[in-house]
């Protein structure tokens, strides 16, 4: 990890390394924050908190399930994961590049959706409807997975 990153939203230079994403929102340094924030940093899925606690099971000292909720609750109330709620349970992901996201109503998957690739849907859902995506930018959009018949 190269330890900065420049944001997606303006031209300021954010910390990328978990102890400086940790201290940069005001939160204490524990090893189980440590561990979740490089878990999610380094990850491009969104994960349950289930996933998260098998991915950290995997590859290194246990953390308790929840321990990992409970830092996801808090890394998601100060900023630095969100939560994508849908059918199952919730994903969590850190912000990067601003997306929206596709949720399958049938498993629960969640996958991250350019906005580029819907700017000209979510322009024209905004003028019919006056409806706009959150204060991230995110659209929340459900359907079928191709693999549960989409």
Do not use: N
């Not at 100060?78 to 912000?95: I, K, S």
């Not at 998957?109 to 991230?136: C, F, M, Q």
């Amino acid at each position: 990890m190269s330890g900065v990153a420049q944001s997606a939203r303006d031209d300021t230079v954010v910390p990328t390394e978990p102890r400086a994403l940790l201290r940069r929102h005001g939160l204490r340094c524990t090893p189980g924050r440590l561990q979740i924030v490089a878990l999610f940093a380094a990850s491009a899925r969104h994960l349950s908190v289930a996933e998260a606690w098998e991915e950290l099971s995997r590859s290194g000292p246990p953390v308790h399930p929840t321990t990992v909720y409970r830092t996801l609750e808090t890394l998601t109330a100060v900023g630095l994961t969100y939560a994508v709620h849908g059918p199952g349970a919730t994903r969590y992901c850190v912000p990067g590049e601003p997306h929206h996201h596709f949720v399958c109503q049938d498993c629960g998957e969640v996958e991250g959706l350019a906005h580029e690739r819907l700017r000209e849907a979510v322009g024209r859902i905004e003028e019919l409807t006056g409806l706009r995506p959150d204060a991230s930018g995110s659209l929340l959009v459900y359907g079928r997975c191709p693999e549960c018949g989409g």
